[in-house]
């Protein structure tokens, strides 16, 4: 079983930044290569559906985004350490949310069904 452990979340002001991770352990890399499957970032603020946030395929090389995070948000990844980050710079309010890290096994995967989640870490941004 994989497993993602989320850590980096706290409590920061508006236009203060945070940098996520999320480190990936568990299947042997035979079965679960971390440097062939695409990591996604999602979120889900209190009240609200979980929505997704960024993902990056397996080299790395073609990083996708919410519209709403565009700009202020970069998601990038180091296969040698079984780990995948999300850079948040210019938070606002409406960014507080549990962060949540996904995997999938596909290399190049562009949908929003991952098997694979993390436990989330809080941010919490003030005004």
């Known amino acids: 079983q994989v497993q993602l452990v989320e850590s980096g979340g706290g409590l920061v002001q508006a236009g203060g930044s945070l940098r996520l991770s999320c480190a990936v352990s568990g299947r042997t890399l035979r079965t679960y290569d971390m440097s062939t499957n695409t990591m996604g970032w999602f979120r889900q603020a209190q009240g609200k559906d979980r929505e997704f946030v960024a993902a990056i395929n397996w080299s790395g090389d073609t990083p996708s985004y919410a519209d709403s995070v565009k700009g202020r948000f970069t998601i990038s990844r180091e296969n040698g350490k079984n780990t995948v980050y999300l850079q948040m710079n210019s938070l606002r309010p409406e960014d507080t949310a549990v962060y949540y890290c996904?995997?999938?096994?596909?290399?190049?995967?562009?949908?929003?069904?991952?098997?694979?989640w993390g436990q989330g870490t809080q941010v919490t941004v003030s005004s």
């Open positions: 996904a995997a999938h096994p596909s290399s190049n995967y562009a949908g929003r069904a991952y098997p694979d």
